[in-house]
């Protein structure tokens, strides 16, 4: 319960923090508003694993960051700074005195990460920030970065373009401020702040050296990322399910009967998805969302940023269980739809498109290496891997993967490792499973199920791909387990969590 | 990997003199070939491409005929051939030309230019590590030039002239350099072997290819109906049977025996006569090993399809096979060559195209990856796996549009550049023709859609019609389609 004064103390301070504000505002930017004791520096030890050998881990690495420190001690910083954490560290700005933390909440689509320390004395003085999230094109900003020696250095900025834009994971688009600003390069740089008048404008997300041009996390995502984290169970941000076409084309517009001026057309409903389940359809034009009217990009008139996408309403402004209402188009008629926001279910894609923070799932048959495909998996061939890993496996991975009812996983013999019952199977690779032993494969634990029967002590596996089928020697693979394990230094021959 | 024979406006003048025994009689048939070329446009199908020229060897062989590699007379518009001794360039013709192994055989209309020429005769395969001559006129001069090399090996490879064909071919570590290309190697005076491909830049060095007697004689036996039939391949994938558990389920009894069909190609030869999961046991009574070679004539072992590549049309093939356990005998025959060759790089064809309201749609194939080279992963998939996938079940021809010439009426339509067309006026289209019948269906709009989650793109006729005349002046479009090969 030692707790309790330091939040009490917190709530005294906060006060305090909103009467500076007004002060501040009457200042130029160059009076700094904000004092080191409001950021704290994150070290991150991660390690992450190896999908081409999914029973190791690589090397471990230092990520380094300034995070922000928010009320009731939280600390955020972005997630990509604590992907695949091992140990997470705080480190004063001033005093270098340290702390463990832990990790509360970590959001990769959005790219935010919730952090606090281990022990509740570490930032009993520090003053937490609060968020401005009034921030307009055209408004300066103070980048803040840390010299080595604790001082703070402070870049302007200005903010050029709002707009919605795709985030790292490429999973959702998601508001963005996109900054002007001359940064230098600094360690620490996998969490930067923007504040403006000792408020937190956002975050940085992504740096362009050559053109000096950032983007934000802005802090409308940040407050909406804080509210879900308030929640027992983080829901995670919402997504519709569907893909629109603009309709600027007016040969389009008049084959389709749109004589209103707005509109988009709808192209794809993703299965089990809220526009789905609300019973959107291909071929419906989205005339507004939420009371606002959806023009021929998809953009509505936003009163505080202009012209920015509808999926700003949907995703960011709403939150998961929220309603939002969508006026259609469908066979000339006008239909409203009340459509209920919800975040996409992961598990349910054929392809994951990341994977932090858990071991890859993988099952070791006889030497024959069998995972799940995951863009984490695709994406070991490096930065050119759209091109660069297998070509069949991309495929499935960026044309099929939201097109499959839920639950199905594409289950692949990734790699052969030689032992001596697998002769003459060990150039294959990447070979997509059809069936074993006769059934069908549509998971990993399928596919352990059917490695329990062999037949006539043969395990059949049949293949998606040339050569089409391969029988393993049903004793010969058990008897082998452990020697395979000795000679790989293999801990486990599955991992199915 | 195949050398572009260098353009070199000269002409050789060869004495004789001075040039030892061998050298002298060779020199009696050597000819050289100069070729004017025009490569065809794939980026603006409707017009006539580049203007080219190169030089390549030759030699003759009986009947008044010269032997050559396919590629030097490949796209060819104007040819002369010359000889040692003789400075007068006489105007050729090919008689024969086979893509599929990279050998042609030209004539010259007047009689003067055979006189005093030897046809060259052909002898067996030369033994590894025997010496052997290559002649020709290589880069680095213009007259003749002979080198020596060592017979290194004889293997199956590919054959780069068309890119997906695989034959015998015996590589040497004589340099073989660009304009050495058809012409004869030589060995105790006889032509073991035309010289056609090497490999450039400095990826290896001294290794120079040639096509082997086999390969020539086979082709010249096949065009003495006065065709050329091309080669029927098996279309199967077929795997060695090394794993002990395998070959037991497969009910393979005898040792060291025995290869399996992975894959039976739809519209093959073989189709619905062999079947995945076949072991094939011997062809024409000759056993398989497990590593699918076979020893024919007493020769080293060779891959089994040398047995088949040894055949023609309409031959016929016949296999000892285990199915499901039960011995059989099957017999196929070589009819016809495989339906869908997109992946071949295709010469002496125009481009096919069909253009509609300045958008352009053309077939994927070899020939049109090469020119653009595009990025789109969907169209590099639908390419590359169009076998593999089985991509031909769905459609014999991948159509894209591979360019808008831009106008009012498709200035929204540049999006969609190099996806695939699936349906006009929902008519799925499997080939070309389906493209250009479908436009000439009367209908208010020309509703196309596009593999894929896009939107269509939509033409109204009208607009199309006034558009028409517009398009063609602005872009020099001369003709709006061709459907012929």
Known sequence: MKARPIFAALALLCPLALQAAPDAKEKPDSVLPVDSSSLVRVNSTNQAFDF???????????????????????????????????????????????????????????????????NPEFLAKARPLKLDTGARVGDSAMILQLESNGLIAQTPATI?????????????????????????????????????????????????????????????????????????????????????????????????????????????????????????????????????????????????????????????????????????????????????????????????????DRQPRYFILGGLVFQELSRAYLQEWGGGWPKEAPQRLVYLDMFQSDKEKAGRKVVFLSQVLPSPNNLGYQNLDHLVVKKVNGVEIKSLEDLVKAAEGPVDGFHKIEFEDDPGFIFLDAEAAEKGKTQLQQDYSIPSLENLN | MVFRFLGISLFAV????????????????????????????????????????????GFVVSGNRIMTNAHVVSNGRFLTVSKEGDPKPYPARVLHVAHDCDLALLTVEDPDFFKNTTA????????????????????????????????????????????????????????????????????????????????????????????????????????????????????????????????????????????????????????????????????????????????????????????????????????????????????????????????????????????????????????????????????????????????YREREEIITLSAVLADPINAYAAEFRYDIVDKINDRKIRKLSDVSAAFKEPADYYVIEMVGDGRPIVLERKAVEDARNRIIARYGVNKEENLEK
Not at chain 1, 189 to 203: D, H, Q
Not at chain 1, 266 to 282: L, N
Not at chain 2, 274 to 285: E, H, M, Q, T
């Open chain 1, 52 to 118: 081409f050998r999914p029973w190791t881990k690589k090397a471990p690495y230092m990520r380094r960051g300034l995070g922000v420190v928010l009320a009731d001690q939280q600390i955020l910083v972005t997630a990509e700074l604590v992907a695949n954490r091992t140990y997470v560290e705080l480190e004063k700005a001033d005093s270098a005195e340290k702390s463990q933390a832990e990790v509360l909440v970590v959001d990769y689509d959005c790219n935010l990460a919730l952090l606090k320390p281990v």
């Open chain 1, 160 to 356: 050029t373009t709002i707009t919605v834009t795709g985030y790292p994971m490429d999973q959702l688009a998601l508001l963005t401020y996109r900054i002007s600003a001359p940064l230098q390069n600094r360690e620490g740089s996998f969490t930067i702040p923007a504040v403006r008048n000792g408020r937190l404008l956002g975050l940085l997300m992504r740096y362009d050296g050559r053109s000096q041009t950032a983007d934000l996390i802005p802090a409308p995502v940040i407050a909406h990322f804080l509210a879900d984290a308030k929640l027992e169970k983080y829901p995670g941000f919402p997504r519709a399910g569907i893909a629109f076409a603009g309709t600027r084309d007016p040969q389009f517009r008049r084959y389709i009967g749109l004589t209103e001026p707005g509109g988009v057309y709808v192209t794809e409903v993703k299965p089990g998805s809220p526009g789905a389940i609300a019973g959107v359809r291909k071929g419906d034009v989205i005339l507004s969302v939420a009371g606002k009217a959806v023009d021929q990009d998809g953009n509505y008139a936003s009163d505080d940023f202009g012209r920015i996408s509808f999926s700003h309403l949907t995703n960011t402004v709403a939150h998961s269980g929220d309603t939002v209402e969508f006026v259609l188009l469908r066979d000339g008629k006008r239909v409203t739809i009340p459509l209920v926001l919800a975040p996409i279910d992961r598990r349910g894609v054929l392809s994951d498109p990341y994977q932090f």
């Open chain 2, 14 to 57: 060869l004495a004789t003199a001075g040039i030892p025994v061998q050298a002298a009689k060779v020199a009696d048939s050597l000819v050289r070939i100069q070729a004017t070329s025009q490569e065809p446009n794939y980026r603006a199908p409707w017009s006539g491409g580049e203007v080219v020229s190169g030089v390549g060897a």
């Open chain 2, 120 to 391: 060259l005769e052909f002898g067996d395969i030369p033994a590894i590590e025997s010496t052997v001559s290559v002649y020709g006129y290589p880069i680095g001069g213009d007259r003749l030039s002979v080198t020596r090399g060592v017979v290194s090996r004889i293997d199956f490879q590919p054959y780069s002239h068309s890119g997906v064909d695989s034959h015998l071919t015996i590589q040497i570590d004589a340099a073989i350099n660009p304009g050495n290309s058809g012409g004869p190697v030589l060995q105790d005076g006889k032509v073991v072997g035309v010289a056609f491909q090497g490999y450039s830049g400095d990826v290896a060095q001294n290794v120079g290819y040639m096509i082997p007697t086999p390969v020539v004689q086979r082709f010249l036996k096949d065009v003495e109906d006065g065709q050329y039939d091309r080669y029927v391949d098996l279309t199967i994938s077929y795997h060695p049977l090394h794993n002990p558990a395998m070959r037991k389920a497969l009910g393979v009894t005898e040792e060291d025996k025995g290869v399996f069909v992975g894959s039976v190609y739809g519209g093959g030869v073989s189709d619905g006569i062999l079947k995945p999961g076949d072991v094939l046991l011997a062809i024409d009574g000759l056993p398989i090993a497990s590593d699918g070679t076979v020893v024919m004539n007493g020769e080293d072992p060779v891959e089994m399809a040398e047995v088949v590549e040894r055949k023609y049309r309409n031959d016929k093939v016949n296999f000892d096979i285990l199915r499901e356990g039960k011995p059989m005998n099957v017999t196929l025959s070589l009819t016809h060559p495989w339906p869908f060759s997109l992946q071949a790089n295709a010469y002496d064809e125009k481009p096919r195209f069909v253009v509609f309201g300045g958008l352009v749609f053309q077939p994927v194939d070899a020939n049109f990856m090469a020119e653009h080279n595009p990025e789109d992963l969907r169209l590099r998939y639908n390419f590359d796996q169009f076998i593999t996938q089985g991509i």
